[in-house]
Nanobody, 113 residues
Framework: QVQLVESGGGLVQPGGSLRLSCAAS????????IGWYRQAPGKQRELVAT?????LTRYADSVKGRFTISRDSATVYLQMNNLKPEDTAVYYC?????????WGEGTLVTVSS
């Protein structure tokens, strides 16, 4: 069983920054792949950034150059810079372990002036 707990969301002005954290129960490195998705109101959930099964990083085109995913032994981070109103969404941590897909409960990011 894997538990993923997100934190770090909030209200930020356009052009601002936030760092999201996803704390995992146990070692992060046993959860492969692991990454971030988001769901805006009225839209489908979409991939934001992830560590692939091969250990590489993959980003949505809309966040390339602005967002960075990183990790340590217990936490996955999403550094978000130059935030735009269209980044407003609930951000979810997602990981796969033992063939089972696990999700956190999400953290809300609102980009507004």
């Amino acid at each position: 069983q894997v538990q993923l707990v997100e934190s770090g969301g909030g209200l930020v002005q356009p052009g601002g920054s936030l760092r999201l954290s996803c704390a995992a129960s146990g070692s992060i490195f046993r959860i492969i792949p692991i990454g971030w998705y988001r769901q805006a109101p009225g839209k489908q959930r979409e991939l934001v950034a992830t560590f692939t099964a091969g250990g590489l990083t993959r980003y949505a085109d809309s966040v390339k150059g602005r967002f960075t995913i990183s990790r340590d032994s217990a936490t996955v981070y999403l550094q978000m810079n130059n935030l735009k109103p269209e980044d407003t969404a609930v951000y979810y941590c997602n990981g796969v372990h033992g063939g089972v897909n696990f999700w956190g409960e999400g953290t809300l990011v609102t980009v507004s002036s």
